[in-house]
């Protein structure tokens, strides 16, 4: 098993920048309990809602909003595990995610290509994602895989599907995907099995792990909350991963769109747990501010830096493994 440096050790030498004192994230833990209480979330689909309201949580059917109790949060987050285990393909790859260790993967998704041989700029094919995922397999600073490009000659219906077949092949880290929804997602399960050895074998080595994104602010749409609740089931990782914009899609105040960030995260998260309790789940984030002469978002600013490192120390907080993507 892979082991990488530590980040945000509490040492007695050397520097450190420790974002967030736990007076601060105590406030924003009860200002993201009180969004969910008494706003709550959007939640599109039927099952999930049914979830939530046979565990004690305020459905408005006809409206679709969920306002979830303190307690169902709260109980949620305990049960969530503190440790992930993201396998490998070959177990020399295989990854402990777990207090304040430190990994890399390259982000997704591409969608112009550069042809290495005629130099044209144009739309990534299938053969563009397999050739992509063989450099990420050789990069020894690259520590578990996601798909570089995204297939665009294949409908686009079943497009995960594809990406999934392009990438397993040719790699042996560990696979993150976006399966689109939950039907998808069982098709990429039963391909990981047949890799594995069957769905217990899989259970035992998670080679696939899954991602999926809230849309802020604060909704859980139908595919978003069909991959949470099929990945619990399946005892895969699902990282739940919020794209808040400051200024856009969230409070302009940093603090403000952590609290955002913060309910959908935890809205989800406590989807996953009613689903099956102790369902890995990773904390995500792709937070970022908007700038708002372009309305477009910003990565590689300070306040992107300020907010992923606020997330991360958020998912400390809670004792959940973290993904920060936009740096």
């Known amino acids: 098993m892979k082991r990488n440096q530590h980040a945000g050790l509490n040492l007695r030498a050397g ?11 105590a406030e924003i833990h009860d200002g993201t309990l009180e969004i969910l209480a008494q706003t709550g979330l959007f939640v599109e689909d039927a099952e ?46 295989d990854l402990s995610l777990s207090g ?27 053969s563009d994602l397999s050739q992509s995922t063989r450099v990420i397999d050789a990069l020894d600073e690259i520590d578990f895989c996601e798909k570089a490009l995204g297939a665009h000659d294949v409908s686009q219906e079943t497009a995960p599907v594809h990406n999934a077949e392009a990438i397993l092949p040719y790699t042996s880290k560990h696979c993150a995907f976006g399966p689109g929804n939950g039907r998808l997602l069982q098709k990429i399960v039963q391909m990981g099995a047949a890799i594995a050895g069957g769905m ?27 991959i949470i609740m099929e990945s619990a089931r399946s005892g895969l990782v699902c990282n739940i991963l919020s794209m808040a914009m400051a200024g856009g899609t969230a409070p302009v105040s940093l603090a403000g769109t952590l609290v955002t960030h913060n309910a959908e995260i935890l809205g989800g998260l406590t989807l996953s747990q009613l689903a099956r309790k102790g369902a890995p789940v990773i904390y995500g984030s792709s937070t970022t501010a908007m700038d708002l002469k372009l309305a477009s978002a910003s990565v590689g600013t300070p306040e992107c830096a300020l907010i992923s490192g606020a997330v991360a120390r958020l998912a400390r907080y809670y004792s959940l493994p973290s993904y920060v993507a936009g740096g």
């Not at 409206?63 to 070959?90: F, H, M, N, Q, W």
């Not at 260790?101 to 299938?126: A, C, H, I, M, W």
């Not at 080679?207 to 909350?225: A, D, G, N, Q, Y």
Request: aromatic share 6%; proline share 7%.
């Open 200 to 226: 217990q074998e899989l259970k035992k080595r998670p080679l696939l792990s899954f991602t999926t994104c809230p849309v802020s602010p604060l909704k859980l749409i139908r595919e978003c909350c069909e």
């Open 100 to 126: 304040n260790r430190v990994y890399f993967t390259n982000f997704s998704e591409g969608v112009q290509v550069v042809d290495p041989y005629t130099g044209e700029s144009r739309s990534p094919l299938k």
């Open 48 to 93: 999930a809602l049914e979830l939530f309201g046979d565990h004690g949580a305020d459905v408005d059917l006809q409206k679709k909003i969920v306002r979830i109790p303190e307690y169902l949060v709260e109980e949620a987050i305990r049960s969530a595990p503190s440790r992930v285990i993201l396998a490998g393909r070959d177990p020399k790859h």
């Open 15 to 25: 520097l450190s920048l420790n974002i967030l004192s736990e007076d601060e994230l």
